[in-house]
């Protein structure tokens, strides 16, 4: 969340600084609903005065006269009601602004960071580098057809048990997918982070903490009957682990690695990816996730987007890094670097990762705090795959693919998954 001082002293600033990612937002407005605001606490404050004033003078009249219902004494209770009643009436205005002010703020998104570059769609990202050596031959199956020959997973079934674009994994498809599992989560705790496994369900305050609320609603899945959603990615639940909390700068950075379920309805991808692993409604996912002193960050992103490439160096998977462009950002984002997974079949790179400095975005929407030479500062956080499940298996499939049908496991992942190759029955 932007800070609304800032918006209602400098929303010139604020508006060139949004503007940079291609879209319009009503500044002018929230900052006139802003500066009200500031008025009414202006008038609160004054009419208080004023009141603890006349309080004084109304004891001080109790004390000296000797008629307690006189006409002056009277006057001046009344006028002291008077000030309450205004009291109270600025204060319900002042409610009603302040959600409001919240609703308006909580819809504008991060300030780009000064160091990502200015673009208006994903055509103006940078690529960064490359690693590996991708696989480029004809006629190479794509992820799904080399699942349904070796029978690693089941979509047709799964639209009777729930509906399209969800998916049932069998046998080494499931056993594919809970070595990764245990893989990814092996490797970033032995280099410093540490395991969580939280709630799949999170709550409306979870969601706008992390900035999935108010814009992404379209996008999850909510329980009818509670204040509870279906949580998109383990960045929300990481997100309000230390909600309302002042951390110990000294225990900085905290460094967490969760597997969890992640939940998505794909609005406006109809028609896109409907085959295989890529865009499902039900996926699994590691996520990594940072709370970071604040004069920290920059270096944090470079460290959390490393820690995610070396999942993908490990399994020889060949990916390139790509700096994301203002107009690309995404919601909660200042800077992203994606990393972007070859798919030989379609013979392009496809995003396995999106590693994200988030700046004091979402601390100050879950208002997470840290002391700095007494002062009290809002914390950085970042937050990357470390990798996503399904498209890793994506990968694993295209890129180890044989000659005779069978697929060849990474050798890293082999002690996890138990065998060397994945082969038809």
């Known amino acids: 969340m932007l800070d609304q001082k800032l918006i209602r002293e400098n929303p010139t600033f ?31 404050s004054s009419l208080q005065s004023e009141s603890k004033k006349l309080s004084q003078l109304i004891g001080q009249e109790i004390r000296n006269s ?9 006057n001046l209770k009344d006028k002291g009601n008077k000030y309450r009643t205004k009291v109270y009436e600025f204060e319900e205005k002042k409610r009603i602004l302040d959600k409001q002010l919240l609703d308006e703020i909580s819809k504008l998104p991060n300030f780009p960071s000064k ?19 991708p696989l480029k031959q004809d006629n190479l199956k794509a992820h799904w057809e080399i699942g349904e020959n070796l029978n690693l997973f089941d979509s047709t079934k799964s639209t009777k048990i729930s509906k399209s674009r969800f998916i049932t994994l069998t046998g080494n ?7 990764l599992v245990n893989f990814m989560l092996d490797v970033h705790s032995n280099y410093g982070y540490l395991e969580l496994m939280p709630p799949a369900l999170v709550n409306s305050e979870s969601l706008r903490g992390s ?16 204040d509870l959603w279906l949580s998109p990615t383990a960045e929300v639940p990481l997100t309000a682990f230390h909600k309302n ?17 992640c939940f998505r309805r794909e609005a406006g991808s109809y028609g896109r990816d409907t085959k295989g692993l890529i865009r499902l409604h039900q996926f699994n996912k590691v996520e990594l996730y940072w709370f970071c002193h604040p004069n920290k960050s920059v270096e944090a992103h470079k460290e959390i987007t490393s820690d995610a490439e070396r999942i993908l160096k490990k399994l020889n998977l060949p990916y390139r890094l790509v700096d994301i ?61 470390g990798l996503a499940i399904g498209r890793t298996m994506a990968a694993i499939l295209e890129n180890g693919q044989q000659p005779n049908g069978s697929v060849k496991i990474p050798d890293a992942l082999v002690p ?5 190759f994945i082969k038809t029955a």
């Open 115 to 133: 160091d990502a570059p200015l673009g208006e769609n994903e055509n103006n990202n940078i690529q960064i580098k490359e690693w590996g050596d």
């Open 211 to 226: 900035g999935q609320l108010p814009k992404f609603s379209n996008e999850s899945f909510k329980c009818a009957n509670d």
């Open 245 to 261: 909390e002042i951390i110990d700068s000294n225990i900085l950075p905290l460094k967490y690695v969760a597997y969890s379920p």
């Open 325 to 385: 462009c203002t107009g690309d950002l995404g919601f909660s984002s200042s800077r992203t670097f994606d990393l972007e997974v070859w798919l030989p079949s379609s013979k392009c790179y496809r995003e396995i990762s999106s590693c994200s400095n988030c700046s004091d975005f979402q601390a100050r929407r879950s208002s997470i705090r840290t002391k700095i030479d007494k002062k009290t500062s809002y914390i950085h956080t970042l937050n990357g795959s």
């Open 416 to 420: 996890y998954f138990g065998s060397t």
């Open 66 to 74: 000797s008629n307690p219902n006189s006409q002056e004494l009277n």
């Open 173 to 179: 498809g499931a056993r594919l997918e809970r070595a």
């Open 14 to 44: 604020v508006g060139d600084q949004l503007s940079l990612r291609g879209k319009v937002y009503d500044i002018p407005f929230i900052h006139k609903l802003s500066v009200e605001r500031k008025e009414i606490d202006i008038e609160i």
